[in-house]
């Protein structure tokens, strides 16, 4: 204890000497600290005060942190730990409270893991009851979460707060999700919403943190998110563009890991601006010297703008947040670190843009946060400080810092504390200290007890109602008195509910239209929840409550209400009553009785003698009585030729009454006129007869019963024969007939619900098969791909001869139906050869046919073998051709008409075109084909000219003449068929010029001259003499060299090795040098240079 005292005069003098803003709540140095968890304000019990909400590890004297703990604001600087502990402590995770049931108070959604590791993460939903006197886990279907953020959020405008995830499961893996809240403590999973999620695994103190806020103003809340794990990170802003569906907006945002952000309206424009840190390190084990702040402004439309960056190297476990401290309607900002640097830093802002840092005595804390918070409603921001501090070593903290910047010296309000137990106890205080108080209870019954003195009174109150409770104080020289209208609920108080009688064993009952009234007994409905049980336990426990509409299980039920208030659910009673259902008659099931409309009138004769043992059977006690479809009574016992008063459908009604008692029973017997079934006339059946007997196997029986019934249904069909014996059903299909020629059978259609019955009358007859012949097949010459035109002008003669009554069908190989009777032409459909089916049946029975086919035959067309073209030279006399010799005739013709020759063999003599027919006979058919041919005559070959230059040149063009197709050479060997040759060297060559048909070849020889453009006279064995090229045909040729400058170096002729680059048998310097050509003393000089390299 003592190092708490220290510690608060340390605290005290500090803030009192450097910031004047802030003082330490006493109350609130025993708080369990919110090490590694966390701690919030939050005002769980709907009394206008925040109280604290506290988790995570505490192993100091306030240590035993075994579950999470709430301390109520008790109005006047102190709190009280609430008795509430099924909320499991946990490290590593994080809160949202929102009122997710409209209900009016805060509910909770809370995760992290209850021992430090990801196997032992937790997410809970807890129901607020009764203003925080209890808060009840709901079932849900999250995943198990730590390390990350969860919020309430009314994603969609629908009235109802959705959750929003990001973090890290169970699993060690990371996890993000939507729930949609639909209402009756359920929520459902939202898929495919456009926001990406990221990969990996946990890292070390990962940070996964999100932020809901409208940032285009359209109503809709878009969310900013920043996400890490060990392998991938995303920090980006989604727009919200209704029914839960997202889109990513295009802001280069730095991508950072264990991002921490908080957004508001920093420069009072209206429009959310944010402010956040991160790291550009995946995997952080300490802080982050590289680390920065960034503060980015909203310019509307989704448009960002960074105004400032600073350093914030103690990123790791850090808490950022935009709170007003000072009252002056500008948000500032507040830097927790809570890893190494242990510093918390505030900077105020100064309304044009910039931030100032300030001084503060909060003590050094790491490994917790702080939250912000009116607690004590004097309109300005309080601190809630939690996590671990140094001074003194080691102690885990949950803090509240009164801020000073606005003093509430007087009292202004009552508190009241009405405890969480239905009874008639409360208890007060004021606001602020007193120098005394006086209270008054209104409560008068109390006598002497109605006032009291003491400064925190608590009062028993005589009864439920509404009470104006007082205090008049004194402080100093000022006396007033405040004054709080309170409502005691306590227990109901309400009436006995009477049993219930009923005759009826299954009886079905609406308790609340039943009960509700009587039990309320006057008391206001809309101030009271009334239930139905099974079980004074079910009672007491609020479940397996009973429907609206609850379905008696035995004779005797006891039924138990609890009658709880709507403002105070812990207030409440219970009542029971009985159901107890008296002994009943039983009328026994009875079918429909059925008679047949044998006059088709709607009207018939019933017996009904046997009616009344099926209804009581062995019952004892009991009288019945019967009553017309009039309501007429009828005579007893019931008669045995008792005739419908209604046409058609009637009933009689039946009462068994219980002599012993009132119950009784009331049951209807249907009386059915059943009109006939009608028996629809039946056509004949015609049956192939094959062998003229009188008998047929082949009576198609298929659509008889379809015929007969034309739609009716619930029908059976059965067939008698002439002796009245029932035949077989259904009929055998094909049917064989037992009587020759002709033979009737009795059809007779059942009504399958009452056996009324029609009949109608089928006849067999039995007709001839047709006899059919066997067509022979058809030929003709193929015009083309197999395919010729046939002559069927003979078949259907040659099938059926003068025979009438038949129908004949044709069909193609794949079973395609072919006109009927077939063109007179017809071309097959099927290449060289077609098989045609054909069936012959009697008319009047499709099952009497006959079946046959022939085949459709192509005859290949004669063919030669002869090329289109031919070739003669005009040395020769004549080009001799031959075919084949099996043909049946030939014909050879010239263009002009001529005959060349009528034998497989033909000389063609002179250029031009010419054509062969030839036939042959083939299967009694002749067929005929023609091929053409030319010939052309060559002339021989002759060089006309050449074009080239002499000097200098690489190309030949050859002019040749003659009306072949040549082709040409330079070395008699390689061909080309173009007439020019490039890239030559200089030197002597021989044109060839051939026709390509082998008439004749022409050869002449050309020289083309060439120079060196350079020489390297360096003794290599590689150009060391400059010489012209091609000079053999020019003995007397003379060739001198020049300098720049004109002076003659170097006199050669065609036989000298070349210049070696020497004058007077020194070497010349590198250079240009100029040359001339005389060939045999001819007038023409050339003249070129070339290059001496050394």
């Known amino acids: 204890m003592l190092k708490k005292i220290l510690f608060l005069f340390f605290i005290l003098f500090s803030f009192s000497s450097k910031s004047q803003n802030f003082k330490l709540v006493n109350s609130t140095t025993d708080f369990k600290g919110g090490y590694l968890g966390f701690s919030s304000f939050v005002d769980y019990n709907k009394d ?68 430090g590791y990801k196997e032992d993460y937790i997410t809970k939903i807890y129901k607020n009851i009764n203003n925080g006197c209890e808060f009840v886990e709901i079932p849900h279907s999250l995943p198990k979460l730590g390390n990350c953020s969860v919020d309430w959020v009314d994603i969609d405008n629908d009235g109802k707060l959705d959750i929003h995830y990001v973090g890290i499961n169970s699993l060690g893996k990371f996890d993000l999700g939507i729930f949609k809240n639909t209402g009756n403590d359920t929520f459902t999973k939202v898929e495919n919403t456009g926001i990406y999620a990221i990969s990996g695994d946990l890292g070390n103190l990962t940070a996964n943190t999100a932020k809901w806020v409208d940032f285009d103003g359209d109503g809709l809340k878009d969310v900013i998110m920043g996400s890490s794990t060990l392998t991938e990170r995303r920090f980006e802003i989604y727009k919200n563009l209704g029914n839960f569906k997202f889109k990513k907006i295009d802001l280069d945002l730095p991508q950072l890991s264990y991002v921490r952000l908080d957004v508001g309206d920093i420069n009072n424009d209206g429009k959310p601006d944010f402010v956040f840190t991160g790291t550009t390190k995946l995997n952080l084990q300490s802080e982050d010297n590289d680390a920065k702040l960034y503060f980015y402004v909203n310019n509307g439309n989704m448009n960002f703008t960074n105004t400032k960056v600073l350093s914030n190297p103690m990123v790791l476990l ?35 843009g910039d931030f100032i840092e300030k001084p503060h005595a909060l003590p050094v804390n790491y490994s917790g946060g702080i939250d912000f918070g009116d607690y004590d409603n004097d309109k300005d921001l309080d601190i809630l400080y939690y996590g671990r501090t140094e001074n003194p070593r080691d102690d885990e903290i949950s803090y509240v810092y009164e801020n000073l910047a606005t003093q509430i010296i007087y009292p202004d309000k009552i508190m009241l504390n009405n405890s969480c137990d239905c009874n008639f106890d409360a208890s007060f205080s004021l606001n602020n200290d007193v120098d005394n108080v006086k209270w008054n209870f209104d409560d008068n019954s109390t006598a002497a007890l109605n006032e009291s003195l003491l400064p925190r009174p608590t009062h028993t109150f005589s009864k439920k109602g509404t009470y104006t409770v007082s205090a008049t104080y004194t402080k100093g020289a000022k006396v007033e008195t405040l004054t709080k209208i309170i409502t005691i609920i306590g227990k109901p108080v309400v009436a006995e509910p009477s049993d219930i009688s009923t005759c009826d064993k299954n009886a079905q009952f609406d308790f609340h239209a039943l009960k509700d009234a009587e039990i ?45 208030s709507t403002e105070k659910s812990i207030c409440y009673t219970i009542k029971d009553f009985t159901i107890n259902v008296k002994a009943a008659p039983i009328a026994n099931n009875i079918n429909d009785i059925v008679v047949c409309d044998i006059n088709n009138d709607g009207f018939s004769l019933f017996d009904l003698t046997n009616v009344e043992g099926i209804l009581l059977s062995n019952q004892m006690n009991v009288k019945i009585s019967y009553f017309d479809s009039s309501n007429k009574s009828i005579a007893v016992p019931l008669s045995s030729n008792y005739r419908n008063i209604i046409k058609q459908n009637d009933f009689i009604k039946a009462k068994i009454s219980n002599i012993d008692n009132e119950c009784f029973i009331e049951t209807k017997i249907n009386l059915i006129v059943s009109p006939l079934p009608i028996a629809n006339n039946l056509s004949s059946l015609i049956g192939c007869d094959d062998n003229n007997d009188g008998i047929s196997e082949f009576f198609d029986t298929s659509e008889i019963e379809k015929n007969v019934l034309k739609g009716q249904v619930d029908m059976q069909v059965s067939y008698y024969n002439s002796q009245g014996i029932q035949m077989s059903n259904p009929l055998p299909n094909p049917f064989t007939n037992t009587t020759p020629y002709n033979q009737n059978i009795k059809v007779r259609v059942t009504n399958k619900m009452t056996n009324c019955y029609s009949e109608t009358n089928l006849e067999l007859k039995t007709s001839s098969k047709p006899v059919i012949n066997q067509p022979e097949n058809l030929y003709s010459c193929d015009e083309g791909s197999g395919i010729a035109s046939f002559n069927t002008t003979g078949i259907q003669s040659q099938l059926i001869g003068n025979q009438s009554g038949l129908t004949i069908i044709y069909k193609d190989e794949r079973g395609n139906v072919l006109p009927s009777p077939l063109p007179e032409i017809y071309k097959n459909t099927t290449a060289n050869k077609q098989t045609i089916f054909v069936k012959v049946q009697n008319s009047l029975n499709a099952l009497c046919f006959s079946e046959t086919s022939f085949d459709l035959i192509v005859n290949a067309l004669p063919k030669v073998s002869l090329h289109e073209k031919y070739a003669l030279c005009d040395l020769e006399p004549y080009l001799l051709l031959s075919v084949d ?74 002019i040749a003449s003659g009306d072949g197709v040549f082709e040409y050479s330079l070395d008699g060997i390689t061909y080309q068929q173009s007439n020019i040759f490039t890239n030559l060297l200089g030197g002597n060559y021989k044109i060839h010029v051939r026709d390509m048909n082998g008439c004749g070849e022409y050869v002449e020889d050309v020289t083309l001259l060439d120079y060196p453009k350079f020489v390297t006279p360096n003794d290599d064995g590689y150009n060391d003499f400059w010489q012209i090229n091609g000079l053999e045909k020019y003995p007397n040729a003379k060739i001198y060299i020049y300098d720049r400058y004109g002076k003659l170096l170097k006199e050669l002729n065609s036989k000298d090795i070349g210049w070696n680059g020497k004058f007077n048998g020194e070497n010349l310097a590198a250079d240009d040098y100029w040359f001339t050509i005389n060939l045999d003393n001819q007038s023409k000089i050339f003249k070129g240079h070339f290059s001496l390299k050394r």
């Open 318 to 352: 850090c808490q950022l947040h935009l709170q007003d401290l000072d009252n002056d309607g500008f948000l500032d900002f507040i830097n927790y670190s809570g890893s190494i640097y242990k510093i918390t830093t505030i900077y105020m802002n100064n309304k044009n």
């Open 48 to 115: 206008g005060l925040l109280d604290v909400f506290a988790t995570g590890l505490d192993l100091g004297p306030a240590g035993d942190f075994r579950h999470a703990v709430f301390y109520k604001n008790n109005g006047d600087k102190t709190f009280t730990e609430s008795p509430i502990s099924n909320i499991p402590r946990t490290i590593y995770g994080w809160y949202a409270w929102g009122d997710y049931d409209n209900n009016g108070t805060l509910d909770l959604i809370y995760t992290g893991t209850t021992s």
């Open 885 to 958: 010799s099996d043909f049946d005739s030939y014909e050879w013709k010239s263009e002009n008409g001529n005959v060349v020759s009528i034998t497989n063999e033909a000389k063609i003599v002179n250029e031009g075109n010419y054509i062969i027919k030839i036939k042959k006979k083939q299967n009694g058919i002749t067929c005929e084909n023609s091929f053409p041919f030319s010939l052309s005559r060559s002339k021989l070959p002759k060089i006309e000219k050449l074009i080239y230059d002499e000097f200098d040149s690489s190309k030949i063009e050859v």
């Open 520 to 564: 309320l007994n006057g008391l206001p409905s809309d101030q009271y929840e009334i239930t139905y049980y099974l079980s004074q336990i079910d009672a007491q426990n609020k479940t397996n409550k009973l429907p609206n509409l609850y379905t008696i299980a035995s004779t005797q039920q006891n039924i138990f209400a609890r009658i709880q």
